[in-house]
């Protein structure tokens, strides 16, 4: 199937509270420009420089996430443009972001990454971490970022019983702490979870927002 019909079939069973990220790495500007096309708007990106080039030529109107895992000396390189960050899991990466953000005269909207896989190699913050973040009087003196939910990335695997576990920890710990917490600069409104092989189970466990790439794009190389 084309981009085009790939979008049509992924949006056509979505609910209407859940943001589809077309998550576009390693992809040519043809592609994004076909999803485009047919009527996308939201991009995501896991490599700062990658999402530059694209940024500057295709048309403005595009919103970009960072979905990858964040290098600090980078983040100036985007400041003027990003959207919403997701990959967050260290407070000194929001004090960066908060300094290039003022540079601009914006706020730049980002989401913890919280650590919900059983596998060593993804990153991410315990939940405990997250809490003591939000409720941090330093957070506070950020004016240029707003934390406005958290993101996740459950284990690669088909179990689906242990995807649901981890889902449902991430949505469980999100619903808690958007009641407890509401401050200017945290405002929990979107859980990042789901990609093209647990999407539907995300959505079933409480996604807001899901980050599709090869079910859109096809394979990535
Ligand atoms: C690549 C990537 C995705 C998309 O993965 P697909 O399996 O191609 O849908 C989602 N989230 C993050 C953080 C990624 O790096």
Known sequence: MSIKENLHQIKSNLPENVTLVAVSKTKPIADLQEAYDAGQRVFGENKIQEMVEKFDVLP?????????????????????????????DKFSTLKEINKQAK???RVINCLLQAKIAK??????????????????EKLRELKNIKIVGFMGMATFTENQEQ??????????????????????NC????????MSGDYEL?????????????????SRN
């Open 187 to 194: 405002q929990l409104k979107i859980l990042s979870m789901g």
């Open 103 to 105: 540079k601009h005269d």
């Open 163 to 184: 995807l649901n576990e981890e889902f449902s920890a991430l949505n469980n710990f999100f619903n808690t702490q958007k009641t407890k917490i509401e401050t200017e």
């Open 60 to 88: 403005k109107d595009i919103q970009w996430h960072m979905i990858g895992h964040l290098q600090s000396n980078k983040v100036k390189y985007m400041a003027h443009f990003v959207d919403l960050i997701h990959g967050i």
């Open 202 to 218: 995300a959505i079933e466990n409480g996604s807001t927002m899901i980050r599709v790439g090869s079910s859109i794009f096809g």
């Open 119 to 136: 596998e060593e190699t993804k990153f991410g913050l315990s939940f405990e971490d997250i809490e003591t973040i939000i409720a941090s």
